[in-house]
């Protein structure tokens, strides 16, 4: 059981260009959410989607796009980088109010 | 709107010594709550939860009860050992079905 897997774990990005960061899960969960984790900051919301073909913003959602086109897969797109999205992306996978399972995490670095 | 707030850290204690990382959150509804630990370059794991008043949650020595008077969920640990050296959150359920973290709080423990 892989549970949550991210990919890449790391990637450099100059300004201006773009990525997909890609997220699959194998428990079945309605719900996966996108969190980004800045030095000294907790993580933030990005965006969430709660099912195949659902997905609403969550608190920081400017400067990036989703899709959910299966309940296993939930990429996150950068159209433009930025340096203020230097950060560390983290997909999550679970139910309201229960245990969210978190992937490994990418590390984003824009120059 | 909804928060979590944590004690700042760091925290640095010796091998064997009494921990303690307060936590408190907003009373909007009756949100399950959760202590998420996070290792040097890893995802976050749940380390234990609670999701009614005055239960107890606990984990590897690790306890911290759901205390809907004070709206508090501190986390202890009555003997902490090196392994534990680690970042811990502190969250809540949110209205999104998201989780709310606290910022973190970075222990150390030394030999």
């Known amino acids: 059981n892989a549970g949550v897997t991210q990919t890449p774990k790391f990637r450099i990005l100059k300004i201006g260009q773009s990525m997909t960061l890609q997220c699959t899960q194998d428990?079945?969960?309605?719900?996966m959410y996108w969190y980004r984790q800045d030095p000294g900051m907790g993580l933030k919301l990005i965006y969430y989607s709660v099912g195949a073909g659902i997905t609403d913003k969550g608190e920081v959602p400017n400067g990036y796009n989703v899709s959910r086109s299966t309940t296993e897969d939930f990429p996150l797109r950068l159209e433009l980088a930025a340096p203020s999205q230097t950060s560390v992306y983290f997909c999550a996978s679970g139910n309201p109010q229960e245990t969210q399972y978190f992937g490994p995490g990418t590390r984003l670095l824009v120059l | 709107g909804d928060s979590v707030t944590q004690m700042e850290g760091p925290v640095t204690l010796s091998e064997e010594a009494f921990l303690t990382i307060n936590c408190t959150y907003t009373a909007t509804g009756y949100p399950s709550l959760f202590w998420y630990v996070q290792y040097p370059g890893e995802g976050l794991q749940l380390l234990l939860k609670a999701t009614k008043a005055d239960d107890k949650g606990s984990n590897k020595g690790f306890e911290a009860t759901y205390r809907k008077e004070t709206t508090s969920f501190h986390l202890e640990k009555g003997s902490v050992q090196v392994s534990d050296s680690a970042v811990y959150f502190c969250?809540?359920?949110?209205?999104?079905?998201?989780?709310?973290f606290g910022k973190g709080t970075k222990l150390s423990v030394k030999p």
């Open positions: 428990m079945n969960h309605n719900y």
């Open positions: 969250a809540r359920g949110g209205s999104q079905g998201n989780l709310i």
